[in-house]
């Protein structure tokens, strides 16, 4: 069944133009953890915090700013990870990334069987 994801800044109602949009479906199979990723061509900041960095987050480009300072106050103190400074790579993609995928990094279902 075909999905269609919408991402929205955490600061407003924006939306990503069509070219940032797949750039940020693309960057949802990335295998990451407390990690900035930049989105363009719009300028995007993703985060991938997971476990006790929080959810992934969305910020426009004009929002960028509140992301970091958002993430700094509220898991700084947990992890350096939010403390990340610019420039941001765009992919964290690797020959490791793609084998973890290909043998189910990515799955919902437990590696270990069914319970």
Do not use: N
């Not at 939306?15 to 363009?40: I, K, N, S």
């Not at 020959?95 to 270990?112: F, H, Y």
């Amino acid at each position: 069944m075909p999905v269609r994801v919408i991402f929205r800044c955490e600061f407003c109602t924006a939306v990503p133009d069509p070219d940032t949009q797949r750039t940020l479906e693309r960057q949802l199979r990335e295998l990451t953890f407390g990690q900035y990723l930049e989105a363009p061509p719009g300028r995007w900041l993703s985060w991938h915090g997971g476990g006790p960095l929080g959810p992934r987050r969305y910020a426009c480009g004009a929002h960028r700013g509140e992301l970091t300072a958002y993430l700094r106050e509220h898991y700084g103190t947990i992890s350096s990870l939010p403390w990340k400074r610019p420039p941001y790579p765009t992919s964290v993609r690797s020959s490791d990334t793609d084998r973890a995928i290909e043998r189910g990094g990515l799955s919902s279902m437990p590696k270990w069987g069914v319970w």
